[in-house]
């Protein structure tokens, strides 16, 4: 590919540049496509969607029409939601529970593992015809969990889940150890676009230098919400967690219903926080239980997935469908066993930041969007810096921007590996 | 019905009416403090997602888009009018249609409902968003007042919007 199209780095002088043709450029996201989305492992969903043998949710991945089943043995099943036959999606329904399901074009019935099991008017076929490992629901080519977290790649070959969350995989367990009993995802689905390139949210997800400038009105709420009492300053680090995953991990002075009390839910919660407390020092030792409870944690994982862990917990895809398109899904993830109160507080806590109609996120959508729009212009005013930190010594703080070179080092290693 | 009932029936659609279309002229002429002073002092301002069932859905079961108590919502003004809320920063033009207006009077609250179309333009783009609205309504010191108010958005998702940023 144009040797211009790739970061501009040099570690020795602190130098990190990315080309602003890489957020505009078609070829750039057919590339993109091949080499990132049709390659790495992507989040297809979480256990806790399908909790009854028979439970399906149907969603895309990487543009493909997905069908993610659990059958009556608990297996569960990634299948490609288009039927052999003619091509029609196969489930036209968000979710629910179904052994099988029929194609509304000509009548073809599939098991929820995939099997073909009716063709109407079968005699004008072969009699074996059913058994043609061509004609049943195709399965992901690779599918596999880590933990309540179900992913799949759509290359046939490649390293394992597990070796490629890296140490992703402790950030992942970081959430899911939250609850002794399982997490979940609530129900309830924010599901927006934004007109930007991908690549720009996978940036603002994991940016904690932005926070002070976009975020302004946002911190000045929580002042307001809060009084002074809870005035906890923004300080943490940034960690490279290896195949352009990434993390920051910091304090913030916001509530986090993962027995980090606030002001604003009152008195009468806070026994009750105090005891979600003592149940993760138990299960988990001071020192991890006071991780969780106490720091804050924005993760990407390459290329697509952004869970944080702040003052609820989003689990968030975007997906792009063009250079300055992409579409997002976030969801809402918390212990199963979480008290009605909490659970409220959670979700009043969730939208008090997070999503469409946040006090947060729709400024770093303006950013983004304003991104692109500057990008037009990239010509000319050619490069975007993330070199914040680099020379930094005693580790990256969470406003460094460590991060964003993760996962474009992993971005160029990819894009240059795929060849022409 | 008789013709005394019809009346009061008349009446309670004119009024709920008017009420509705005044604060939808707040809204489009971004007068948010008046706005606020709309709402009763035990409040809710609520924008459940799409992929469940809006009229049923409870914001402390399920993930909304907005679930503004009557402090929030006080919040949610203070913010708007600041620069800093960049999203509506400069503010973008936006027109409320609120039409198909229904009112029952149960007791000293009104349960309303009215279908909405409100239009959103900025820097080159304009986002609908269509809905229906459901509101209780309450009467002190002789006004109606708002004690909740539900924003339905009967789209398959909000794209290709990015932001519920404005006051639907």
Same mark, same amino acid.
């Given at each position: 590919m144009d040797q211009s199209l790739r970061p501009v780095v040099d570690e020795t002088r602190g130098i990190y540049r990315v080309p602003r043709r890489a957020f505009v450029d078609q070829t750039v996201f057919e590339r993109e496509c091949r080499a990132i989305f049709d390659k790495c492992w992507l989040y297809l969903g979480h256990a806790s969607e399908l909790p009854n043998p028979g439970d399906y949710v149907t969603r895309k991945v990487a543009g493909r029409p997905m069908l993610f089943t659990r059958d009556k043995d608990d297996q569960y099943h990634a299948l490609i939601n288009v039927c052999p036959h003619r091509g029609a999606v196969v489930c036209r329904e968000r979710k629910g529970s179904s052994p099988a399901f029929q194609c509304m074009y000509h009548g073809w019935v599939f098991a929820n593992t995939g099997r073909l099991m009716v063709v109407p008017g079968h005699a004008g076929y072969p009699a074996d015809y059913k058994d043609d490992p061509g004609k049943q629901l195709s399965h992901a080519p690779r599918f596999d969990r880590f933990g309540d977290f179900f992913f799949v790649s759509f290359a046939a070959d490649g390293e394992d889940l597990a070796t490629y969350l890296a140490g992703a995989g402790d950030y992942l367990k970081l959430v899911s150890e939250q609850s002794s009993k399982g997490m979940t995802i609530v129900g309830g689905t924010q599901e927006y676009s934004i007109r930007g390139n991908w690549k720009l949210l996978a940036e603002n997800s994991v940016d904690g230098y932005h926070a002070a400038s976009t975020h302004s009105t946002y911190l000045e709420y929580l002042k307001n919400a809060n009084?002074? !009492?809870?005035? !906890?300053?923004l300080a943490g680090f940034g960690h490279d967690l290896g195949n352009g995953h990434a993390v920051i991990e910091y304090f913030a002075p916001w509530g986090r219903p993962i027995a980090n009390w606030i002001p604003?839910?009152? *008195? *009468?919660g806070k026994s009750e926080i105090e005891a979600i407390q003592q149940d993760l020092t138990t299960r988990l030792g001071q020192e991890r239980a006071d991780r969780i409870a106490k720091q804050s944690r924005n993760m990407i994982i390459f290329p697509n997935l952004v869970i944080n862990d702040v003052m609820a917990i989003t689990v968030r895809t975007f997906w792009p469908t063009a250079p300055d398109y992409m579409e997002v899904n976030a969801w809402a993830l918390a212990p199963a066993e979480e008290s009605e109160w909490l659970r409220k507080f959670r979700l009043f806590n969730f939208t008090e930041f997070l999503g469409p109609g946040g006090f947060a996120t729709p400024d770093d959508v303006e950013a983004i969007e304003k991104c692109q729009v500057g990008y037009q212009a990239a010509r000319e005013a050619q490069y975007n810096d993330i070199s914040r930190g680099m020379l930094r010594e005693g580790g990256s703080a969470y406003d460094d921007e460590l991060q964003m070179r993760c996962f474009w080092n992993e971005w160029d290693r990819r894009i240059q590996e795929h060849g022409a | 019905m008789t013709r005394e009932a019809e009346i009061d029936a008349m009446l309670l659609q004119h009024r709920v009416q008017s009420f509705l279309f005044h604060e939808a002229d707040l809204l489009d002429r971004w007068q948010l403090n008046e706005w606020e002073a709309l709402f009763a002092d035990e409040a809710s301002y609520l924008v459940p997602p799409t992929d469940v069932d809006g009229d049923f859905a409870d914001p402390s079961k399920s993930l909304f888009y907005i679930f503004d108590d009557r402090t929030r919502i006080h919040e949610r003004v203070v913010r708007l009018e600041k620069k800093g809320a960049h999203s509506e920063f400069p503010r973008s033009k936006t027109r409320h249609l609120v039409s198909n207006v229904r009112a029952t009077a149960q007791g000293d609250t009104i349960e309303a409902t009215a279908s909405f179309a409100v239009w959103r333009s900025k820097d080159g783009n304009t986002d609908i968003f269509v809905g229906h609205y459901s509101y209780r309504l309450v009467e002190i010191d002789g006004a109606l007042r708002i004690a909740e108010k539900k924003c339905v958005l009967d789209m398959d998702a909000l794209r290709p919007h990015a932001r519920i940023s404005i006051l639907l």
């Open positions: 009084g002074s !009492t809870h005035d !906890t300053r604003l839910w009152g *008195e *009468e | -």
